[in-house]
T-cell receptor, first 112, second 115 residues
Framework: GEDVEQSLFLSVREGDSSVINCTYT??????LYWYKQEPGAGLQLLTY?????DMKQDQRLTVLLNKKDKHLSLRIADTQTGDSAIYFC????????????FGKGTKLSVKP | GAVVSQHPSWVICKSGTSVKIECRSL??????MFWYRQFPKQSLMLMAT?????????EQGVEKDKFLINHASLTLSTLTVTSAHPEDSSFYIC???????????FGDGTRLSIL
């Protein structure tokens, strides 16, 4: 089955760019997602990309997908202290009803 | 955008109590909803797929008699943790999406603490 891996921690300074990386194993995954979770809260959908796309940009967020290497990244430009949270990468396996397989989450700490 | 509401947000109760958690899609209909469980500082693990009008599909290792799922309408799924024990303490999150390939939207989660 699908396995999603991501680094556990990232620390950046306010104003810098943050890049969070993720790898997955199932090449049939149709959609890949980035969710944000703040302490004690649910998951907020940040962005997602269809597997036949290479890049998607939405304001400060840029998603890059290398399908050959099964590598996904999320770049946050001009990172703010309010961006501090846990970021989950998730894949929707091909043929699934819509359920997602999540990575363990990357805790982003933004220092002023 | 699509909104999923989950209630209650926090429950503290004694061991042996049954607890019902509701998941509602507020502005769309969902034939399928998903229930996840998240342990502290860990990822989300899919527990079951809730299907409107039919039985839920449980993931391996999840006791269906322990975690009862009912999806009686296109906007409501409930998860009942029966005879809860301290090891059932966790963060439970549901998700749903409009039809087609729309992304999953998550509720705010329910923190369940069993004393």
């Amino acid at each position: 089955g699908e396995d999603v891996e991501q680094s556990l921690f990232l620390s950046v300074r306010e104003g810098d760019s943050s890049v969070i990386n993720c790898t997955y194993t199932d090449s049939s995954s149709t959609y890949l997602y980035w969710y944000k979770q703040e302490p004690g809260a649910g998951l907020q959908l940040l962005t997602y990309i269809f597997s036949n796309m290479d890049m998607k940009q939405d304001q400060r967020l840029t998603v890059l997908l290398n399908k050959k290497d099964k590598h996904l990244s999320l770049r946050i430009a001009d990172t703010q202290t309010g961006d501090s949270a846990i970021y989950f990468c998730a894949a929707r396996p091909g043929g699934s009803q819509g359920n997602l397989i999540f990575g363990k989450g990357t805790k982003l700490s933004v220092k002023p | 955008g699509a909104v999923v509401s989950q209630h209650p947000s926090w429950v503290i109760c004694k061991s042996g109590t049954s607890v019902k958690i509701e998941c509602r899609s507020l502005d769309f209909q969902a034939t399928t909803m998903f229930w996840y469980r998240q342990f502290p500082k860990q990822s989300l693990m899919l527990m079951a797929t809730s299907n409107e009008g039919s039985k839920a599909t449980y993931e391996q290792g999840v006791e269906k008699d322990k975690f009862l799922i009912n999806h009686a309408s296109l906007t409501l799924s409930t998860l009942t943790v029966t005879s809860a024990h301290p090891e059932d303490s966790s963060f439970y999150i549901c998700s749903a999406s409009p039809e087609g390939d729309q992304p999953q939207h998550f509720g705010d989660g329910t923190r369940l603490s069993i004393l």
